[in-house]
């Protein structure tokens, strides 16, 4: 029914506009007609009925009343006889709905015009000029947008201007104060907001996507604090500041610091942390100023004093440290002072030192893997000048020494290797291990344990083993080569040696046993009290000659067959 009644209404306007069209020809005037439909937060629609629509004539400066045509509690169609020719901007004002201008825009300056006047076959449901325009436009409902502004510190700001701008229209930009709680409240038709708000040197900015009630609160940003930490170190006729950033930057990051000093009213701008003042007077103390400064404004000043004399040279700067074998290797930029004699770089904790006349030194005799922080002072014939230090602490790193006790098990056509880690890592943790099979070189690693299988073996070669470990500073040394080995096709090891006997000769100790099953060589070594083991020796028969050299030794035996070598047998020398 509402369609219905609304064709009926288009359908009178236009018989009434039919037969009023000669006389607004004849008197110079034009008639508009507008259908306007609502649009509901919840996305649903119909007919807006109770607005107040006028037609602004931009030429002669006044404003005419479209009033509704027929019943206003029920006709959404509002109409104007007799508009004089020229052009027109139009309003829709309803309570609880956005302010609109034809066709469908928010703000005055950028709103569309519509021109009356007298052209030949023109349309009336266009933008041609023409004397009869029937025209539809549609009115957003508003949105409640509302929330608190707060300083950083979580007080509300009362009195802030928050203001909506439009994304898609930016003259569109409705504002609402904050009352003393800092609550403010907006009403906006759905769309795209910048949510702003500017209040002497803070601001706060959010986007917002507005299509219900939205809640946002809002915090000012601010100007950064004091920095902190002023130093100044001096030297003949000049001084360098140094400070650590603010501990709070107003939540905008630091854009520059400016550091002016008094007297005199020198001014060094950076974006660093530091900055050096030359041609100043000897014996004269200053007051050095360092402001920081956000996109906000620029925070207070923190001041320090300094007396600028000839006697301590200005730091040294830019200090690099690199890990070496016990042993740190240190490189520093020049201080700015020119009567530098010395460079001293000192290794915290346990104070080893280097010193130079150059920019670069070896502090030796360190740790590997304890963390040292390194400084740098400059030192002139009067003074040392404040130290400078390493940005991080850094462990000197060596390579790994050499993996122990190696053992190697044959296993078919592969061979099982396992051992123990290097007594010194070089300062870092094990990361790899390879080992490697002679001849051929054939290798199995791992990521830090300590056994692995070399495959792919050839039978009928015998292979010597080696292990190497590695760290972060690359690959240490290799293990003493296995005694040689041949992989297995799979049979067992040999037993244990039987009939062993050991006796002295004038010249030698001669053991010898009864011949082993399996057993392709044997594994023999004469021991000492008290002695390390030394190393195994190889014979082909069940007899070995050891040179004489003193008493209080054994023999030990162990049988070798293809898939390894068997237990290992004693007998003392008699």
Known sequence: MTRLRRLGALLLALGLLGAIAPTAHASST????????????????????????????????????????GDPATSSYYQAIGLPFGRYRLRIERLGFATMYWPHQYSRETATTITFGNAVGCNPSDSATCDLHILTAQSDQLVTVSGTVRRRTGQPQPGAVVTATRRN???????????????????????????????????????????????RDLTLLSVPD????????????????????????????????????TPGGA??????????????????????????????????????EALVSAGA?????????TSADRALEVTWSASASDDVRE????????????????????????????????????????ADGVPATAARPVAPLGLP???????????????????????????HRITEYVATAWPGGKTCQTQGNSKCTIRGLRKGTAFSVTVRAANRAGVGAMSPGSAPLEVTDGPAAPRKVAGLRARRTNSAVVATWRPSERASSYWVRLR??????????????????????????WVEVRAVGRSGPGPIARAAVD
């Open 343 to 382: 460079y001293v770089a000192t290794a915290t904790p346990g104070g080893k030192s280097c010193s130079t006349a150059d920019l670069a030194c070896s502090i030796r005799g360190l740790r590997n893997g304890r963390e040292y922080r390194v400084s740098v002072i400059a030192r002139t014939p009067d």
């Open 30 to 69: 034009g008639t508009l007609g507008l259908s306007v439909t609502a649009r509901y937060v919840d996305g649903g629609s119909g007919p807006l009925v109770g607005a107040l629509v006028t037609a602004e004539n931009l030429d002669n400066g006044l404003v005419y009343p479209v009033p509704a045509y």
């Open 169 to 215: 229209e930016p003259t569109f930009h409705p504002s609402a104060v904050s009352d003393a709680s800092g609550a403010f409240t907006l009403r906006l038709p759905g769309g795209g907001y910048d949510l702003t708000t500017p209040n002497g040197n803070a601001v706060a900015q959010e986007v917002i996507e507005v299509s219900g009630p939205t809640s």
């Open 528 to 553: 000492t009290k008290g002695q390390a083991p030394g190393t195994w020796s190889v014979v082909r028969v069940a007899r070995a000659r050891f040179a004489h050299r003193g008493a209080g030794r």
């Open 401 to 427: 020494g050499a993996p122990r006790d190696v053992r190697v098990t044959p296993a078919p056509a592969a061979l099982k290797v396992d051992w123990r880690a290097p007594r010194d890592d070089g300062g």
């Open 226 to 261: 004091m920095a902190r930490e002023v130093l100044v170190a001096t030297g003949s006729r000049q001084a360098s500041v140094f400070w650590r950033p603010p501990a709070d930057d107003g939540g905008a990051a630091i854009t520059s610091y400016t550091v002016t000093t």
């Open 267 to 304: 001014t060094c701008s950076t974006s660093s942390t530091s900055c050096t003042f030359t041609g100043l007077q000897n014996g004269q103390v200053y007051t050095f100023r360092v402001s920081a400064a956000n996109r906000i404004g620029s925070g207070a000043a923190a001041p320090v």
């Open 313 to 321: 040279p200005s730091p040294a700067r830019n200090v690099r440290v």
